[in-house]
């Protein structure tokens, strides 16, 4: 397994376009997240899944924002009608939860840079 | 409000000297990751502590959680250029039930040859 991916690693787009991120995680990993991070910062929390199920979301996803995973396995964050203000780097996370209660470690891809021009 | 707060934000030292990063918070977390990451990239996980008290160590850095698993701190020991970075930590609140992963604000450590 070569770790968690995201495609693309870089987006620049238009303000006011559609975007749509891809996160294939680790395989046997059945926990998924999505955070957003600016520069000089710690990555914010957007959204986790635990397999296809959405169970968290941050007051930070607007309704501009969709994140989905239809299978349990790989996932998509889409971006409609983008603002400047999104520019940042999207960073997607693994882990596996075997028990409940506990957590184990995340592991990152290496993000998706978003510049909203 | 930033639940977990990293002191130093910045840090510049030189080659061979000692430093600690401190991650700070009022809530208490079921376990706590510290990551390195450099620009461009992902974070990349350094380790885990799980039990308060808890003492790791990986070749120059060493790691405690904090007895009542509110805090940390990350020592490195002779800093070499590559060790240059943003280091971050990150845990898991206990109180919540949540599993989310919250993070600090981070400390961008930069290491003078």
């Known amino acids: 397994d070569t770790g968690v991916s995201q495609n693309p690693r870089h987006k620049i787009t238009k303000r006011g376009q559609n975007v749509t991120f891809r996160c294939d995680p680790i395989?046997?990993?059945?926990?998924l997240y999505w955070y957003r991070q600016t520069l000089g910062q710690g990555p914010e929390f957007l959204t986790y899944?635990?397999?296809?199920?959405?169970?968290?979301k941050s007051r930070l996803l607007s309704d501009r924002f969709s994140a989905e995973r239809p299978k349990g396995s790989f996932s998509t964050l889409e971006i409609q009608r983008t603002e400047q203000g999104d520019s940042a780097m999207y960073l997607c996370?693994?882990?596996?939860?075997?028990?409940?209660?506990?957590?184990?470690?995340?592991?990152f891809g290496q993000g998706t840079r978003l510049t909203v021009v | 409000t930033q639940l977990l707060e990293q002191s130093p934000q910045f840090l510049s030292i030189q080659e061979g000297e000692n430093l600690t990063v401190y991650c700070n918070s009022s809530s208490v977390f079921s376990s706590l990751q510290w990551y390195r990451q450099e620009p461009g990239e992902g974070p990349v996980l350094l380790v885990t502590?799980?039990?308060?008290?808890e003492v790791k160590k990986l070749k120059r850095l060493t790691f405690q959680f904090g007895d009542a698993r509110k805090d940390s701190s990350l020592h490195i020991t002779a800093a070499q250029p590559g060790d240059t970075g943003l280091y971050l930590c990150a845990g898991v609140e206990l109180r919540t039930g949540t599993y989310k992963y919250i993070f600090g604000t981070g400390t961008r450590l930069k290491v003078l040859a």
């Open positions: 502590v799980v039990t308060g008290g």
């Open positions: 395989s046997e990993h059945n926990r």
């Open positions: 996370a693994s882990s596996l939860n075997r028990f409940p209660g506990k957590n184990t470690e995340a592991f």
């Open positions: 899944f635990q397999n296809e199920a959405q169970l968290e």
